[in-house]
């Protein structure tokens, strides 16, 4: 079993920057991924990006290539979502989530409560 646990949201303006965090308890094998996912009212949840827990193999959905990195500390079992040049349609709640695969094909069995972003214009 594996629980999740995000932080680092909060309201910005356009262009500013956050860091997401999201602590996992539990054991993360090897052949795990975590990723983090954003769903906006009235619209899917989608995946934004997500990295292998063994090799660091990484995914990033086009909507933020270049302006977000995902990166992870196995020491801490803690996944990081860096968030540069934010956009109002970055405007969602964020999860993060943990599963079996490499990224882009995972599946996903773990999911934390979320972290709202709100990005202003």
């Not at 997500?50 to 977000?68: C, E, L, M, N």
């Amino acid at each position: 079993q594996v629980q999740l646990v995000e932080s680092g949201g909060g309201l910005v303006q356009a262009g500013g920057s956050l860091r997401l965090s999201c602590a996992a308890s539990g054991r993360i094998f090897p052949n795990y991924a975590m990723g983090w996912f954003r769903q906006a009212p009235g619209q899917e949840r989608e995946l934004v990006c997500d990295i292998s827990w063994g090799a660091g193999t990484t995914y990033y959905a086009d909507s933020v290539k270049g302006r977000f990195a995902i990166s992870k500390d196995n020491a801490k079992n803690t996944v990081y979502l860096q968030m540069n040049s934010l956009k109002p349609e970055d405007t969602a709640q964020y999860y993060c989530a943990a599963g079996y695969g490499t990224p882009p094909t995972v599946g996903y069995r773990y999911w934390g409560q979320g972290t709202q972003v709100t990005v202003s214009s």
